[in-house]
């Protein structure tokens, strides 16, 4: 028969066993995009998904814009649309495209876009009368 180990001493092994458990999980909350003590340049990172419906909300198009843009996104316009955000301070209500003519064409459409932008999480919906109209409002964003 084992003898059994004294009470006091099983409890500093399992306390140590769950401290050494928890301070990697630790470690890797520290270094998530956004966390406190995380890098700057992970805080200013921005990632989200833009979608256009048509009117029944049929599912139309979408795509990742990541900033800041690499080169390896997917997004056509990724380093204009990333600084039309940061222009407008995350508010995409503020959003101004370039001056141009539209049809009064009713086909409306609805604009979405759902994500972490500079360490704050943004969700914006918004509907245009057309294609034509969601351009003008919002330029390079949701020119894809």
Do not use: K
Not at 33 to 45: I, L, N, S
Not at 63 to 88: K, T
């Amino acid at each position: 028969m084992f003898p059994r180990p004294r009470t006091t001493a099983a409890a500093a092994l399992a306390a140590a066993a769950v401290a050494a458990l928890l301070a990697p999980a630790s470690a890797a909350r520290a270094e998530a995009p956004g966390a406190p003590g995380a890098p700057e340049a992970e805080q200013a990172r921005g990632e989200v998904f833009l979608t256009v419906s048509d009117a029944e909300d049929t599912w139309t198009r979408g795509v990742m814009l990541i900033c800041p843009d690499d080169g390896g996104g997917p997004h056509p316009r990724a380093a204009e649309a990333c600084e039309a955000i940061d222009r407008s301070g995350g508010e995409l209500r503020r959003l101004s495209g370039r001056q141009r003519d539209c049809t009064n064409e009713h086909r409306p459409v609805v604009a979405e876009v759902t994500g972490v932008w500079r360490g704050s999480r943004i969700h914006w919906r918004s509907e245009f009368p057309n294609a034509c109209a969601l351009l003008r409002q919002t330029g390079a964003v949701f020119d894809f």
